[in-house]
């Protein structure tokens, strides 16, 4: 019985259309917690927290989840590499969302692009879960993550792929063959990703997707098909209390 993290990047201001309301609708239609991971970048620091505030954070139950999701960018758009500016990239995202009474406990890095001294702002700032790892996955613009385990670990502080000390929990999004099973990707792309961690008996699956994309009988499809195979739903942040290593 797999234990199933439901995430959703959230960056729909950068975009013409908003789909968080359809999302809404299929959680609400199987009671399935989502966690929201709220965009913070450097270009538009408030742009996607104020959005959720003029209209959705009414709208979402309380027990969904909502998460930091940084694009680790400065203000002119450029990817940051520098630790410390990370680290205060990190405090101004924990800033931005304490504006809106958020404190959030969930983390992902934007591209996937989280660094090993990122792990101590994290912790700093309060974070007690990220899920920006994909093990094995084609993708490798900033960070390649061949190698990372599948299933949820404490991090290394000097290897974000291999189990060491740190507090916080990554919880590695589904992947299988180099594919990501995010929403968007289509069906016949999450499927069989869901089919492998099934068959393999990974105890914790972790999906994403965007606010902006309109994948929600996608989301369908996985839930109804995790159902079958008797999945309990859950936030990224409750797996930190309840998975045991």
């Known amino acids: 019985m797999p234990t199933v993290a439901i995430t959703l990047d ?12 359809d999302y809404i609708k299929v959680a609400e239609e199987f009671t399935i917690p989502i966690t929201w991971m709220l965009q913070v970048s450097g270009k538009d620091p408030m742009g996607n927290v104020q959005l959720y505030y003029r209209e959705y954070l009414h709208r979402i139950p309380s027990w969904h989840e909502f998460g930091l999701h940084l694009h680790f960018e400065d203000q002119d758009g450029r990817y940051v590499e520098d630790p410390r500016e990370r680290g205060e990239l990190i405090q ?3 800033d931005m969302l304490k504006q809106v009474h958020l404190k959030p406990t969930a ?4 591209s996937y692009a989280l660094l090993p001294p990122d792990l101590k702002y994290l912790e700093d700032v309060g974070i007690l879960v990220d899920s920006s790892a ?3 996955a084609d993708y490798k613009m900033f960070v390649d993550w061949d190698g990372a385990p599948s299933r949820p670990y404490h991090p290394s502080y000097e290897d974000l792929r291999k189990p060491g000390e740190a507090k916080i929990l990554m919880v590695p999004i589904a992947t299988a063959n180099g594919k990501i099973a995010y929403l968007d990707q289509g069906w016949e792309v999450v499927r069989p990703i869901l089919e492998h961690h099934i068959e393999a008996g990974t105890p914790v699956i972790c999906l994403g997707g965007y606010d902006y994309q309109d994948s929600t009988e996608v989301l369908r499809e996985a839930v109804l098909f995790l159902k079958k195979h008797n999945a309990r739903f859950t936030t990224l942040t409750q797996i ?4 045991t290593l």
């Open 10 to 21: 959230c960056e729909a201001a950068d975009y013409p259309r908003c789909y968080t309301r």
């Open 92 to 94: 101004m995202g924990k």
């Open 107 to 110: 983390f992902r890095a934007g």
């Open 134 to 136: 994909i093990p094995n």
């Open 240 to 243: 930190v209390s309840e998975y």
